[in-house]
């Protein structure tokens, strides 16, 4: 299986902020990688496809970047809603493997 | 837009099997793939298996046993039924809609739905 790591677990922000998450694979998953983002109680919503492709109706502020295995998630200037926790996943192999999520919350 | 609603019993007694059903209103389900995902308490995602349009699945094989998905494309439905249940199924499950054209990205989810197994 496809082992996948995010770091850090958690984080402290503040409004206008940029925030930088990390996600590694435990081997090539090409850019078959999304992130999702999700908020208690709400169905988790799809920020990032293809490690770097905005999903539709996505604020710019969000982008993604892959490096080899390497993954990352930037926000540009954090804003109150974005204080959630944000989930790596990969397409590439059976089983599809979500990363353990990092929370991002509130300074 | 499509819409996915997920539906089935809240409550599960161990030993039994659970069955949930996804239901897409305003598309068809006959040109995606679909998946069923968990998140059990205090936990993070967990994939459980995704249904192809040409009828085929995958696993999660932790899972792999006990999982079988399908789908049902004259209702818009596909389904989730999990066998032999323990206190370790309960979480919140949410039904997805897999597209390939984004790399195989889950782009709409269901709100999700809470099983509790317990006697």
């Known amino acids: 299986d496809i082992q996948m790591t995010q770091s850090p677990s958690s984080l402290s922000a503040s409004v206008g902020d940029r925030v930088t998450i990390t996600c590694r694979a435990s081997?090539?998953?090409?850019?078959?990688l999304s992130w999702y983002q999700h908020k208690p109680g709400k169905a988790p919503k799809l920020l990032i496809y293809a490690a770097s492709s905005l999903a539709p109706g996505v604020p710019s502020r969000f982008s993604g970047r892959p490096s080899g295995t390497d993954f990352t998630l930037t926000i540009s200037r954090l804003q109150p809603e974005d204080f959630a926790t944000y989930y790596c996943?990969?397409?590439?192999?059976?089983?599809?493997?979500f990363g353990p999520g990092t929370k991002v919350d509130i300074k | 837009q499509v819409q996915l609603q997920e539906s089935g019993p809240g409550l599960v007694k161990p030993s039994e099997t659970l069955s949930l059903t996804c239901t897409a209103s305003g598309g068809s389900t006959s040109s995606y793939y679909w998946s069923w995902v968990r998140q059990a308490p205090g936990k993070g995602l967990e994939w459980i298996g995704n249904?192809?349009?040409?009828?085929?699945?995958k696993y999660n094989l932790s899972l792999k046993s006990r999982v079988i998905i399908s789908v049902d494309t004259s209702k818009n439905q596909f389904s989730l039924r999990l066998s032999f249940v323990t206190a370790a199924d309960t979480a919140v499950y949410y039904c997805?809609?897999?597209?390939?054209?984004?790399?195989?990205?889950?782009?709409?989810w269901g709100q999700g739905t809470t099983v509790t197994v317990s006697s």
């Open positions: 249904i192809y349009n040409n009828g085929g699945a």
């Open positions: 996943q990969q397409s590439y192999d059976s089983p599809f493997t």
């Open positions: 997805a809609r897999v597209s390939s054209g984004m790399l195989d990205a889950m782009d709409v």
């Open positions: 081997q090539s998953v090409s850019t078959f």
